[in-house]
C-alpha cells in the first residue's frame, strides 16, 4: 500500500524491520526450546539472543546473490553474531515455512489488533451518534426516492450494528490466523521435536496448527482477509450514505470542513465529501475485496507446498489491513465531525405535498371496507401520480378521486395516519438494543 493511505502503527507491523524483528524472535525462542531439550549447546542462546536483527538493507544485498530471503535472513543475523560459531545451531531442524508462517501468524495477530481498536471506537461513535439522533425526522428513501418518514438515528444505528457484527467476524478470525507451525520440512517433525513447537507457540501467544506439512493451510488467513473485506464494506456504506446525503439536491448532511480548507481549485463555493469519496468513490473498500481471491488461490498447493502462495500474501495482507485501517481511521473522523441538517430534512420530508403518506392512506382505506387491489391501491396511486405530475398536494388531490368514487375521508383520521412522527413510534426497542451496544 502506498505511504499516503498507510498509518504509522500499520505500517511498521508490515516494515522489512519489524519481520526481521519476529524472524530473530522465532528463532531465538527454538534455540532456546532446543537448548533446554539438550539437543544443542545450552552456551549458544546467550550469543544468539544477543545478536541485533539484520538490516532489510542487508538482508536484500545477500538475497540478491542467493535468491532465497531466508537464507539471507540467517547469513546477515549470523554476520551480526558473536561468536559467529553460535549462529551454526539457528534454524536447527526448522524449514523456512516454520520460521515464516509462525512470524506471520504474530503480524497478522498484530495487524488484527489494531484494526480491533479502531472498530471498537467506531461503533462507540456510530452508537452514540444514532443515539442523539433517534427523534430527527428525516425521510427514507427506497431505490432513491421517498418511501415512508424515518429519523436519522435509525439509519446510522444500522450502521453501528453491521460494524460491531464486522468487528466480532474480526475478533474470531484472529484465533484462525493465531496459528503457527515448526514441524519441519514436510510437516512430520522428522528433525524437531513437537514440544518445540509448543513451547514457541507458547511464548507468542498462538496455538499450534492441528496438522501441517510444509505450510499451515491457507483457509483461515482467507476466513481473516474475508472478514477485513466485510468490515471496509460496511464503512463504504456509511460514507455512500453521507454521499448522497450531502449532494446539492440533499442538503441533509455535511463532512467536516476546517478553517483554511479548499473544495475546489475553481470554485470557491465548493465543499465537497472528500472523506467519504476516499472510502466510497476512490476504492479503498475494492482494494480489501479484491484481496479474497488472490488469498483463496493460496488453499491448494501442490503437495506439501509450493511458493505459489507466497507472492500473493506478500501484496495481499499488508494491503489489505494497511486499507482497512486507513478506512477506519477515516470512517471515526467523518462521523465524528459530521453536521446534521435536521431543518433540511424535516423540509425534504414534507417536499412532496404528502406523497409520503399513501402507505397508511392505502391502509386506512382498506379498514373502511375498500378492497385492497381493486379499489383502494388505483384510488390512491392515481391521487399520487397527479400529485406528481402537477404539484397539488397529496390530500386534496386524494379528496378529489375519493369523491368521484363516492367516498367521504375521515378528515381527522387522515390528520392522524398521516403525522410523521407516527411512523417511528415503535423503534424503541431498536434504540434500546443500541444503547446496550458496546
Known amino acids: 500500500m502506498i505511504e499516503r493511505y498507510t498509518l504509522p502503527e500499520m505500517g511498521r507491523v508490515w516494515s522489512d524491520a519489524h519481520k526481521y524483528e519476529l524472524w530473530c524472535r522465532v528463532e531465538t525462542l527454538v534455540v532456546e526450546a532446543h537448548a533446554a531439550a539438550g539437543t544443542i549447546p545450552a552456551d549458544v542462546v546467550e550469543p544468539i539472543r544477543k ?114 457484527r464486522s468487528r466480532d467476524r474480526l475478533r474470531r478470525a484472529r484465533e484462525s490466523v493465531g496459528v503457527m507451525a515448526i514441524s519441519g520440512a514436510v510437516g512430520t517433525y522428522s528433525n524437531i521435536d513437537p514440544a518445540v513447537e509448543r513451547y514457541v507457540a507458547e511464548r507468542l501467544g498462538l496455538r499450534p496448527a492441528d496438522v501441517s506439512t510444509q505450510v499451515v493451510m491457507r483457509d483461515g488467513i482467507s476466513e481473516w482477509v474475508s472478514a477485513l473485506a466485510i468490515m471496509a464494506t460496511v464503512c463504504e456504506a456509511i460514507a455512500l450514505e453521507v ?34 469519496e476516499r472510502l466510497a468513490g476512490l476504492g479503498l473498500a475494492r482494494i480489501v475485496r479484491a484481496q479474497i481471491v488472490p488469498v483463496l488461490e ?17 501484496i495481499a495482507l499488508p494491503d489489505a489491513s494497511i ?63 397527479e400529485t406528481w405530475e402537477t404539484g397539488t398536494p397529496f390530500r386534496e388531490t386524494l379528496r378529489k378521486h375519493a369523491a368521484a368514487a363516492g367516498l367521504t375521508l375521515d378528515e381527522a383520521r387522515l390528520d392522524e395516519v398521516c403525522r410523521p412522527e407516527r411512523f417511528v413510534e415503535r423503534l424503541g426497542p431498536v434504540f434500546d438494543r443500541l444503547a446496550a451496544l458496546s
Not at 493460496?298 to 506478500?314: A, F, K, M, Y
Not at 486507513?326 to 425534504?348: F, P, Q
Open 51 to 164: 545478536a541485533p536483527p539484520p538490516t532489510p538493507e542487508r538482508v536484500r544485498e545477500i538475497e540478491a546473490v542467493t535468491q532465497h530471503d531466508v537464507i539471507a535472513f540467517l547469513t546477515a543475523w549470523a554476520d551480526n553474531t558473536e561468536p559467529r560459531e553460535a549462529a551454526a545451531y539457528v534454524h536447527f531442524g526448522m524449514t523456512s515455512s516454520d520460521l515464516l508462517d509462525t512470524a506471520l501468524a504474530v503480524q497478522l495477530v498484530e495487524a488484527t489488533d489494531i484494526l480491533l481498536e479502531k472498530a471498537d471506537r467506531l461503533v462507540a461513535v456510530l452508537r452514540d451518534h444514532a443515539l442523539e439522533h433517534r427523534h430527527t425526522l428525516r425521510v427514507g428513501r427506497t431505490h432513491g426516492i421517498h418511501g415512508e418518514p424515518d429519523v436519522w438515528g435509525h439509519r446510522v444505528a444500522d450502521f453501528a450494528f453491521a460494524m460491531a
Open 243 to 276: 454521499r448522497h446525503g450531502q449532494r446539492t439536491e440533499v442538503r441533509e448532511l455535511w463532512e467536516p470542513f476546517g478553517k483554511g480548507q479548499k473544495g475546489s481549485s475553481a470554485m470557491p463555493h465548493k465543499k465537497n465529501p472528500i472523506l467519504s
Open 298 to 314: 493460496g488453499i491448494p498447493l501442490w503437495h506439501e507446498r509450493d511458493i505459489s502462495h507466497s507472492s500473493t500474501e506478500r
Open 323 to 385: 486499507a482497512l485501517d486507513y478506512m477506519l481511521n477515516l470512517t471515526i473522523k467523518l462521523m465524528s465531525g459530521l453536521v446534521v441538517d435536521a431543518e433540511r430534512m424535516r423540509a425534504n420530508l414534507e417536499s412532496t405535498g404528502g406523497l409520503i403518506y399513501t402507505s397508511t392512506v392505502l391502509l386506512e382505506l382498506v379498514e373502511m371496507g375498500m378492497s385492497r387491489d381493486d379499489e383502494a391501491y388505483p384510488l390512491v396511486q392515481k391521487a399520487a401520480m
